[in-house]
């Protein structure tokens, strides 16, 4: 399984990204999707999780009211849309897929690439 993430970038504190991640799988309805974030020297951090069937959301506190998980089953695509961005959300962001909506990144088995989110002040 291959996970690919994108959208990220450099953008003002205040500012909004989407990033997105193409699971290149169709056998996902059981499956949840997540994403994680990770400054250099750092533990990689649970930002937010959506069970692919049913939709259900889960989302860090550092992140309810700003940043919104969702897919859209027909692309097969995992979104996060990241808004009123400050400058600690700078990290690589990593799109992870599991079978629970685990805060702990050992409980995911398949990760993407990461792509980089940059929040100047």
């Known amino acids: 399984v291959q996970l690919q993430a994108s959208g990220g970038g450099l953008v003002q504190a205040g500012g909004s990204l989407r990033l997105s991640c193409v699971p290149n799988s169709r056998t996902l309805s059981s499956s949840v999707m997540a994403w994680f974030r990770q400054d250099p020297g750092k533990e990689r951090e649970f930002v937010a999780a959506?069970?692919?069937?049913?939709?259900?959301?889960y989302y860090a506190d550092s992140v309810k009211g700003r940043f919104t998980i969702s897919r859209d089953t027909a692309k097969n695509t995992l979104y996060l849309q990241m808004n009123s961005l400050k400058p600690e959300d700078t990290a690589t962001y990593y799109c992870?897929?599991?079978?629970?909506?685990?805060?702990?990144?050992?409980?995911?088995?398949?990760w993407g690439q990461g792509t980089l989110v940059t929040v100047s002040s």
């Open positions: 959506i069970r692919w069937g049913r939709g259900s959301t």
């Open positions: 992870a897929r599991g079978t629970s909506p685990e805060h702990a990144p050992g409980a995911y088995t398949y």
